[in-house]
């Protein structure tokens, strides 16, 4: 069975950084779509970013274009997101989850298998 373990959030000021990681365990991590969630309380869960298999291609929500990086390392199972001028906005728990199947959606009810999530805070 598939794992996934967020490492990275915290506490940070606004307008400050911080990375991401998803270690998955299992031997096809390099043949899944990954994709970052965030969720607030209250809200639902919202897409963030995703990544295709090889890593080629990227996609991002409006709200976080320019500022929020998606990559992945296939080599160590790790897809990463990279956070800079964070928002007071944008706290909320963030969650990878991996598809096996074509296609890169932004729905989350598209994705097979979750993490426990980080929380990330920003402060103002």
């Known amino acids: 069975q598939v794992q996934l373990v967020e490492s990275g959030g915290g506490l940070v000021q606004a307008g400050g950084s911080l990375r991401l990681s998803c270690a998955v365990s299992?031997?096809?991590?390099?043949?899944?779509?990954m994709g970052w969630f965030r969720q607030a309380p209250g809200k639902e869960r919202e897409f963030v970013a995703a990544?295709?298999?090889?890593?080629?291609?990227?996609y991002y929500a409006d709200s976080v274009k320019g500022r929020f990086t998606i990559s992945r390392d296939n080599a160590k199972n790790t897809v990463y997101l990279q956070m800079n001028t964070l928002r007071t906005e944008e706290t909320a728990g963030y969650y990878c989850?991996?598809?096996?199947?074509?296609?890169?959606?932004?729905?989350?009810?598209?994705?097979?298998?979750w993490g426990q999530g980080a929380q990330v805070t920003v402060s103002s």
């Open positions: 990544i295709s298999w090889s890593g080629g291609s990227t």
């Open positions: 299992g031997r096809t991590f390099s043949s899944y779509v």
């Open positions: 989850a991996i598809r096996r199947s074509v296609g890169v959606p932004r729905s989350p009810t598209a994705y097979d298998c």
